[in-house]
Structure formats: structure tokens, C-alpha cells
């Protein structure tokens, strides 16, 4: 059986291909300034129409998308975050004209995603996808740059929620897999079940320096007015709801959890439970909050037809994720994860996200013979995370 039950699951392209170079768009005015500045900031043009000027995005930062080892140089901000302007410079705009939000979605997906399947990300990568986070916050996020934006966030479907560090803590935009590697107990801050080799982001840096601070959860809010961005992280977070629970043991519990036998009377101390529950209502939660956002958008308007949303979301969702029915081992790196083969085809409503989980959840107990008392606990903690998700406030 290949790695996350895969010999009950349908063959499905795991890893979408990045978006080919796009189209250049030759500026035939201006010339004269251009020769005269050799610069590669994009050009501000005005519109057939009555909204204000879009910017051309110059074929220099276009050719990124296609050569992802140069993409990861321009948009790696550096473990000082020395280069940060620089990136969100040339990430950060907010009327694009022609496809250059395509193409932007492009260059970030160039730059931060794992090469291929089974490759860890490299530190680079993830300082670079800490910068485009960073980057992107509070920004309206151009239509047509979102899906490649949410294939980033997917890719680092294990960093992107976590609470690695407090802002006083982290010493960077990213960690190195020593840094990330779990301590003798078997915990480390940085999540279960972590591939050898792979970096992490620490979204929760901040840059004394800059003020560069990243916020996937209000990323994720912008993106998902977009139908394609919206399935491709419920995707994710569902694929990574499969993988989580098809690795705890047979009782629900972290099968590399070492007991702290030489804590203090009194001091709390944490079980076999604790942390694959708080992973479990993360997860939950950052779903239920994936419905919480396009709700606000059919009442703000950004989502106009909210059936018509759903019907996109429906064809864009790549289908369902089930659990293996015996205990996995492996460690796949975070992109694998998201891009894991689909078991077969959505069923039921594909915006009930309680319905998905709670489905997925009891059939991977009942395949495993999970104690009731514990499969009941895990149901409440799931439950209780996704409504929470629905309606915490921002």
C-alpha cells in the first residue's frame, strides 16, 4: 500500500502543474522613458475604461514563472529580511493589467512550492513564502493572482495556521529542518508527523526591522472570494485532516509521544491526546472559518450569487479525502500532503464542512476500532472546532 491509504484512492494528478509563461505584453508607448531608465518596476497605464491606471507587469518578472530556481531568488527576502521591499515590490499590486494577475499567481507558486513530488521545501522557499504572506497582508488580492496564491498557502498546509512561535521568539521568517526537528520527547513546536530534510515557515515572525508581519488567516480571508482559491484550501485542509488521522494510533493518540516522567508534581504535563486534539480542532476550526469568510462575502457583496458560488467551488474541489484503514508511517513533506490522490468523488453538500469531516472521522474510527469513549471525545473536539470556526469574530 503506497503512503495514505492510496490503494483505495482514485489516480489524480497530485501535484497541479505551475502555469506556463504567459503572454508579454509589448508596451508600444513610452519608449523613449523606458531606454532612458532600464528600470524593471512595472509601468503604470491608463485603462480602456473609467477605473484607474492598471500596471503592466514587465516581462522580466513574466520569465520567473518559468524558471523556479531564479523566482525563489527574487522573492526570498533573506534570513535578515534585507530584501523584503524588494519582494513586496514586485508581488504587491493592486490592478494588474491584462492576465498579469495570472502571472503573478504564477511566480509565486515558481518560487515557493516544493520542486516535485516528494521534494522537501528548502529554506529559501519558505523565507520566500513568509515574504509573499507578509506582502499580501491586508491587500486586495488582484482576481486571477488568488488560486496561485491559495497553491502556495496549500503547500504549507502544516505551517500556514500554527502557532510556531510568539513574536518575540522567532529569529526568522523560516527555520531549518535541524531547527524543526522534534527534541527527545518526540515534540517539537513546528507540528507531528514532519518530513526529514524539510524547512518551515515561522509565520508568526516579525521583522523588528522592516515591521514585516504575516497573517495567513486574513490571506485566506481575502482569497477565498475567489471560487478556485476556496477548493483548493478546503482541499488541503481536508487532505490534511486524512493524513492526521491515518497516523495516530489505534486509541487516537501520537504514536511518537514520550512521557515527561521527570516534571514536577503539580506542573502540567501533556498525553498521548493532547496535541493530536489541538491539531484536530485547528484544523476544524480553519475550516469552519473557510465558511465563516464566504459568508461575510455574500453579505459584503464580493460573492454576488452565493449558488453559483458553490456550484464553481464544486467543480474546482478536486473530491475526498478518506483515511487509510490501518496505521500509516510515512513522513511526507507538506506539498505531498495537500497534493495527495482524492479516494473518490465529494459526496453530500460540498460547503457542509462539518458533514465532510465528521464522515471522514468516523469511518477512520470504525476501521480502526478506536475505543467509542475516545472516537466520541475526538466527534465533540471536531464539532466544537468547526462551529467555533464558523463564528469567531476576526
Given at each position: 500500500?503506497?503512503?495514505?491509504?492510496?490503494?483505495?484512492?482514485?489516480?489524480?494528478?497530485?501535484?497541479?502543474?505551475?502555469?506556463?509563461?504567459?503572454?508579454?505584453?509589448?508596451?508600444?508607448?513610452?519608449?523613449?522613458?523606458?531606454?532612458?531608465?532600464?528600470?524593471?518596476?512595472?509601468?503604470?497605464?491608463?485603462?480602456?475604461?473609467?477605473?484607474?491606471?492598471?500596471?503592466?507587469?514587465?516581462?522580466?518578472?513574466?520569465?520567473?514563472?518559468?524558471?523556479?530556481?531564479?523566482?525563489?531568488?527574487?522573492?526570498?527576502?533573506?534570513?535578515?529580511?534585507?530584501?523584503?521591499?524588494?519582494?513586496?515590490?514586485?508581488?504587491?499590486?493592486?490592478?494588474?493589467?491584462?492576465?498579469?494577475?495570472?502571472?503573478?499567481?504564477?511566480?509565486?507558486?515558481?518560487?515557493?512550492?516544493?520542486?516535485?513530488?516528494?521534494?522537501?521545501?528548502?529554506?529559501?522557499?519558505?523565507?520566500?513564502?513568509?515574504?509573499?504572506?507578509?506582502?499580501?497582508?491586508?491587500?486586495?488580492?488582484?482576481?486571477?493572482?488568488a488560486p496561485g496564491v491559495a497553491r502556495m498557502l496549500a503547500d504549507y498546509v502544516v505551517d500556514e495556521a500554527r502557532y510556531l512561535s510568539s513574536s518575540d521568539d522567532g529569529t526568522g521568517p523560516a527555520v531549518t529542518a535541524e531547527q524543526a526537528a522534534p527534541d527527545e520527547r518526540g515534540w517539537t513546536a513546528y507540528g507531528r508527523f514532519l518530513a526529514p530534510g524539510e524547512a518551515h515557515a515561522d509565520f508568526e515572525y516579525r521583522d523588528p526591522v522592516s515591521d514585516a508581519a504575516a497573517h495567513p488567516d486574513r490571506l485566506v480571508g481575502e482569497l477565498v472570494r475567489d471560487p478556485e482559491a476556496f477548493a483548493i484550501l478546503y482541499d488541503a485542509e481536508r487532505a490534511y485532516f486524512a493524513h492526521y488521522l491515518e497516523r495516530l494510533t489505534d486509541r487516537g493518540g501520537?504514536?511518537?509521544?514520550?512521557?515527561?516522567?521527570?516534571?514536577?508534581?503539580?506542573?502540567?504535563?501533556?498525553?498521548?491526546?493532547?496535541?493530536?486534539?489541538?491539531?484536530?480542532?485547528?484544523?476544524?476550526?480553519?475550516?469552519?472559518?473557510?465558511?465563516?469568510?464566504?459568508?461575510?462575502?455574500?453579505?459584503?457583496?464580493?460573492?454576488?450569487?452565493?449558488?453559483?458560488?458553490?456550484?464553481?467551488?464544486?467543480?474546482?474541489?478536486?473530491?475526498?479525502?478518506?483515511?487509510?484503514?490501518?496505521?500509516?508511517?510515512?513522513?511526507?513533506?507538506?506539498?505531498?500532503?495537500?497534493?495527495?490522490?482524492?479516494?473518490?468523488?465529494?459526496?453530500?453538500?460540498?460547503?457542509?464542512?462539518?458533514?465532510?469531516?465528521?464522515?471522514?472521522?468516523?469511518?477512520?474510527?470504525?476501521?480502526?476500532?478506536?475505543?467509542?469513549?475516545?472516537?466520541?471525545?475526538?466527534?465533540?473536539?471536531?464539532?466544537?472546532?468547526?462551529?467555533?470556526?464558523?463564528?469567531?469574530?476576526?
Amino acid at each position: 500500500m503506497r503512503d495514505g491509504g492510496q490503494d483505495e484512492q482514485t489516480d489524480v494528478d497530485a501535484r497541479p502543474g505551475r502555469l506556463a509563461p504567459l503572454r508579454r505584453h509589448w508596451l508600444l508607448t513610452s519608449a523613449v522613458a523606458l531606454l532612458a531608465t532600464a528600470t524593471a518596476v512595472p509601468l503604470v497605464l491608463a485603462d480602456s475604461g473609467d477605473g484607474p491606471p492598471c500596471q503592466e507587469i514587465p516581462a522580466s518578472t513574466r520569465a520567473l514563472a518559468g524558471d523556479p530556481a531564479a523566482a525563489t531568488r527574487a522573492l526570498d527576502p533573506g534570513d535578515d529580511m534585507s530584501r523584503y521591499p524588494a519582494v513586496r515590490e514586485l508581488v504587491r499590486h493592486e490592478r494588474p493589467c491584462g492576465d498579469g494577475a495570472e502571472a503573478l499567481g504564477a511566480v509565486v507558486e515558481a518560487a515557493t512550492r516544493a520542486a516535485r513530488p516528494g521534494a522537501p521545501h528548502t529554506v529559501a522557499q519558505a523565507r520566500a513564502a513568509y515574504a509573499v504572506v507578509a506582502a499580501l497582508d491586508w491587500a486586495e488580492v488582484p482576481a486571477g493572482m488568488a488560486p496561485g496564491v491559495a497553491r502556495m498557502l496549500a503547500d504549507y498546509v502544516v505551517d500556514e495556521a500554527r502557532y510556531l512561535s510568539s513574536s518575540d521568539d522567532g529569529t526568522g521568517p523560516a527555520v531549518t529542518a535541524e531547527q524543526a526537528a522534534p527534541d527527545e520527547r518526540g515534540w517539537t513546536a513546528y507540528g507531528r508527523f514532519l518530513a526529514p530534510g524539510e524547512a518551515h515557515a515561522d509565520f508568526e515572525y516579525r521583522d523588528p526591522v522592516s515591521d514585516a508581519a504575516a497573517h495567513p488567516d486574513r490571506l485566506v480571508g481575502e482569497l477565498v472570494r475567489d471560487p478556485e482559491a476556496f477548493a483548493i484550501l478546503y482541499d488541503a485542509e481536508r487532505a490534511y485532516f486524512a493524513h492526521y488521522l491515518e497516523r495516530l494510533t489505534d486509541r487516537g493518540g501520537d504514536p511518537d509521544f514520550r512521557p515527561e516522567d521527570d516534571e514536577p508534581r503539580g506542573a502540567y504535563t501533556s498525553t498521548a491526546t493532547t496535541w493530536p486534539d489541538n491539531d484536530l480542532q485547528d484544523i476544524a476550526e480553519r475550516i469552519g472559518a473557510l465558511m465563516k469568510h464566504r459568508a461575510a462575502h455574500t453579505r459584503d457583496g464580493a460573492i454576488p450569487d452565493v449558488a453559483a458560488f458553490d456550484r464553481a467551488v464544486a467543480r474546482y474541489t478536486r473530491g475526498a479525502y478518506r483515511a487509510a484503514a490501518r496505521q500509516v508511517t510515512g513522513r511526507p513533506p507538506m506539498g505531498d500532503i495537500a497534493g495527495r490522490p482524492v479516494s473518490g468523488p465529494l459526496r453530500g453538500e460540498p460547503t457542509d464542512g462539518r458533514h465532510q469531516l465528521l464522515t471522514v472521522l468516523d469511518a477512520w474510527a470504525g476501521a480502526r476500532n478506536v475505543p467509542e469513549p475516545r472516537a466520541s471525545a475526538m466527534r465533540r473536539i471536531v464539532d466544537t472546532a468547526y462551529v467555533r470556526g464558523i463564528w469567531l469574530m476576526t
